[in-house]
């Protein structure tokens, strides 16, 4: 077993097994290579990035399928030739019918706004892309941002030894739209919330100032209101910022009236994955697909539209992951992409 295999084997069991730092000490020591030994928590980081995409792109409606690809090679003579993704995964288009398409995650750290890779390693990795036909994919963490992007290899500007993404037009170009990351147009939000100091009951939330929660609710024009459940009012609470207008009491009641105070445009991962980090260790134990299900249940009872968004620069392959995610639709058109529903 190389120690790259050992690093990520000590990863994974670290993930699901509560070790003893002393334990874990006895296992990085039979690391041979002091290079790598002395790189553990990169390598430790790269992982749990890993870890982190499977979770997020699995919570996506059209992802069928995400399986981490086994990357050890055999025989070793292959890794001149070849290099295996992180991801192979399958997306549904609107027919349901699955595609196949790999992933190799990277991740960009601090305040970076670009991400360099080396043209050697995506050789590599085009190479057993293009031996099995699929289409391969670079998903990009932008750690700083709390932000996923998902680009073709021709989305990179091509240097001497390298290819680099800005985080810009990495943005601009996302092609996450394939495995269902959608736009959704959120206007200004309304919330009126009731509460009740003088009740005591187990079974309703209670708001940490003024009591036992009685009603809660949103509208998005100021006058026709929508009841949100307790899941409803989680997910609102973890991605959008409201801003109390007022707060009116009588007698044991309170209302509370907050508000946000801009449109919001986000692609729905970023709500689910702001969800997710909500709920925490909650989610060890559930499918990380619950998460987008109960936040589109949230937006679905707000009644706000979504859009398919197209990369800003049209490149060979992302042309052709268009066309296969949206054959046979109006979508398929160039031009059409970007229609509302």
């Not at 553990?40 to 996506?60: C, T």
């Not at 399958?90 to 970076?112: A, I, M, N, Y």
Request: net charge negative.
């Amino acid at each position: 077993m190389s120690d790259i295999d050992k690093i990520q084997l000590i990863h994974d069991v670290k993930q699901k097994f509560t070790l003893g730092e002393d334990f874990v000490d006895t296992l990085l020591n039979q690391i041979q290579d002091n290079t790598k030994k002395q790189s553990i928590e990169r390598f430790f980081q790269g992982y749990s990035v890993e870890d982190y995409f499977q979770d997020v792109i699995s919570a996506l409606p059209w992802t069928r399928l995400t399986h981490q690809l086994d990357q050890s090679q055999f025989p070793s003579s292959s890794k001149t030739d070849f290099q295996v993704p992180d991801y192979q995964v399958f997306f549904e288009d609107f027919d349901r019918e699955c595609h196949p398409s790999l992933v190799e995650v990277k991740s960009v750290t601090g305040q970076k706004k670009s991400l360099k890779i080396s043209k050697r390693q995506v050789d590599l990795c085009v190479a057993y892309a293009d031996t099995c036909n699929h289409p391969l994919l670079y998903a990009i963490y932008w750690k700083h941002w709390n932000y996923w992007t998902l680009n073709t290899i021709d989305q990179f500007e091509s240097k001497a030894s390298s290819l680099k993404i800005t985080l810009e037009n990495a943005m601009k170009n996302d092609l996450s739209v394939i495995y269902g990351n959608v736009t959704y147009f959120i206007p200004p939000l309304t919330r009126t919330t009731i509460c009740d100091s003088s009740i005591s009951d187990d079974s309703r939330p209670c708001h940490q100032d003024y009591g036992t929660i009685l009603t809660d609710r949103i509208s998005t024009d100021g006058c026709n209101f929508v009841a949100l459940s307790v899941t409803d009012s989680s997910v609102l609470d973890s991605y959008f910022s409201l801003s109390v207008e007022s707060v009116k009491t009588v007698g044991s009641r309170t209302c509370i009236i907050e508000k946000t105070d801009a449109i919001h445009a986000p692609k729905v991962l970023s709500i689910v994955m702001a969800y997710m980090a909500l709920i925490g260790e909650a989610l060890e134990n559930v499918d990380s697909r619950f998460s987008f299900f109960f936040v589109h249940e949230f937006l679905d009872k707000l009644g706000v539209s979504h859009s398919y968004s197209i990369p800003n620069s049209h490149t060979t392959m992302s042309r052709d992951l268009y066309s296969i995610a949206f054959k046979g639709t109006s979508l398929a058109d160039d031009g059409e992409f970007d229609k509302t529903v």
